[in-house]
C-alpha cells in the first residue's frame, strides 16, 4: 500500500503462502510449538523453522532478519537426550529446537542387521563396543556411550525418566561432567509412548530452565556491582557488545529503547537521533534491544529474554563476559 518494491511483495506473499500452509496443515510440522518463517528474495532466503517452544504471535518487516524472539526461543529449548535406562536396556530420545528426533533402544543382544543409520548406527555401534569392554556391565557401558554421544552431538541437557531406583544407579555410574547435565528426573515406563516422555521432559526442562534463569541473572548483576566478568545498564553493556566480549545477554522482554547506529563507525548508541559519539558521523535510528541482540549473535554469543525483577535494578539489560574488561 505504501508502495512496496516487487522484492518485497514477493517476500509477503511467500509468507501469506507458507502460513496459509501451516494453518491448513497441508505442509504440518508435526512436534512443533511455533513456526518461524525467514523471507528475503534479494539474498535468496527462504526458510521455514519449527520450534517445540511456544511464542506469542509477531510479524516485522525490516532491512534485516529479526532474531531477537529466535535466539531467545533457541536458548528455551536446550539441545537434550531423554534417556530411559532399566537393568537391560535403554531409549534413547533426541530433542531438538524443532522437537523430538527418532529414538533409538539400545539392548545387549542385537539379533539380526540394523537398517537404522545416521545418529541411532552410530549410538547403537557405540553401545555393542562398550559392552565388549564392560564385560556386560550395561550401566558401565551405557555410561560410556552417552559421554561420546553428549560430546558429538552437543547436548546440553540430559532428562531420566524410569523408576527411581533405576535411575539413581544409572546416575551413580555418570561421570561427575555429565551428571551436572542432567536437568532431573521423570516418571516413564518402558511401555509408554515417546509423546508422553517428551511432554513429562518439556515441562521439567522449562521449570528448570526458569530456576537457572534466576540464578544466573542475580549472578550477572551482583558481578557488574562488583566489576568483575559481567556488565549491568545499557550503556556499559553496549560497550561491552561493542568489543565482542559479551558471552550470554540478558534483556528484560519489555525491554524497547530508541537507538541509533553511525553509518561510518557502526557504533550503537542510546538515543534515536544525534550524531555519532564516537567518530562524529551521521547515524540511523533503530531498536536498540535488537541491535544488541544482533551484535550479541554475531560475535557468537547467547541471548535470553527474561522477566527476573532483578534487571529492573540495571535498566532492564545485563550481560556475563568472556572476560574482564
Given at each position: ?8 511483495a ?10 496459509e ?43 534485516g532478519?529479526?532474531?531477537r ?22 531409549r ?23 537398517r ?10 557405540r ?5 565388549q569392554e ?21 547436548i ?8 527411581p ?53 542475580q549472578e ?6 562488583k566489576?568483575g ?5 545499557v ?12 558471552r ?11 537507538g541509533?547506529?553511525?553509518?561510518a ?18 547515524t ?12 550479541v ?5 547467547s541471548?535470553d ?12 539489560v ?8
Amino acid at each position: 500500500r505504501a508502495g512496496a518494491t516487487a522484492e518485497l511483495a514477493a517476500d509477503l506473499a511467500w509468507v501469506e503462502r507458507q502460513g496459509e500452509a501451516l494453518v491448513g496443515q497441508s505442509d504440518a510440522c508435526p512436534n512443533a510449538r511455533a513456526v518461524a518463517l525467514f523471507a528475503c528474495r534479494s539474498a535468496g532466503l527462504r526458510e521455514v523453522l519449527p520450534l517445540r517452544a511456544p511464542v506469542d504471535d509477531f510479524f516485522v518487516v525490516g532491512a534485516g532478519p529479526h532474531l531477537r524472539r529466535l535466539a531467545a526461543l533457541i536458548e528455551a529449548a536446550p539441545l537434550a537426550l531423554i534417556v530411559f535406562v532399566d537393568g537391560v536396556s535403554a531409549r534413547l530420545i533426541p530433542l531438538m529446537a524443532d522437537g523430538a528426533g527418532e529414538p533409538v533402544t539400545l539392548e545387549g543382544e542385537v539379533h539380526g542387521r540394523h537398517r537404522q543409520g545416521g545418529w541411532q548406527l552410530l549410538a547403537q555401534s557405540r553401545y555393542q563396543r562398550h559392552i565388549q569392554e564392560q564385560r556386560g556391565h550395561h550401566f558401565d557401558a551405557f555410561a560410556a556411550v552417552l559421554t561420546e554421544l553428549v560430546d558429538e552431538l552437543g547436548i546440553d541437557r540430559i532428562v531420566l525418566p524410569g523408576s527411581p531406583r533405576a535411575v539413581a544407579v544409572f546416575r551413580s555410574h555418570l561421570d561427575r561432567r555429565i551428571g551436572r547435565m542432567v536437568a532431573g528426573a521423570i516418571a516413564g515406563a518402558a511401555h509408554e509412548p515417546v509423546d508422553v516422555l517428551v511432554e513429562r521432559a518439556v515441562e521439567l526442562l522449562a521449570r528448570r530452565k526458569a530456576a537457572d534463569e534466576v540464578a544466573e541473572v542475580q549472578e550477572a548483576v551482583v558481578e557488574a556491582a562488583k566489576g568483575g566478568a559481567a556488565r549491568g545498564g545499557v550503556e556499559a553493556t553496549l560497550d561491552a557488545a561493542s568489543r565482542g566480549a559479551v558471552r550470554r545477554l540478558y534483556l528484560l522482554k519489555t525491554f524497547h529503547e530508541a537507538g541509533r547506529r553511525c553509518f561510518a563507525c557502526g557504533a550503537i548508541q542510546p538515543g534515536g537521533s544525534g550524531d555519532c559519539r564516537v567518530c562524529g558521523g551521521d547515524t540511523e535510528a533503530l531498536e536498540l534491544g535488537e541491535a544488541l541482540v544482533e551484535r550479541v549473535v554475531a560475535t557468537g554469543g547467547s541471548v535470553d529474554m527474561v522477566e527476573e525483577p532483578w534487571l529492573g535494578r540495571v535498566e532492564g539489560v545485563a550481560a556475563l563476559l568472556r572476560y574482564p574488561l
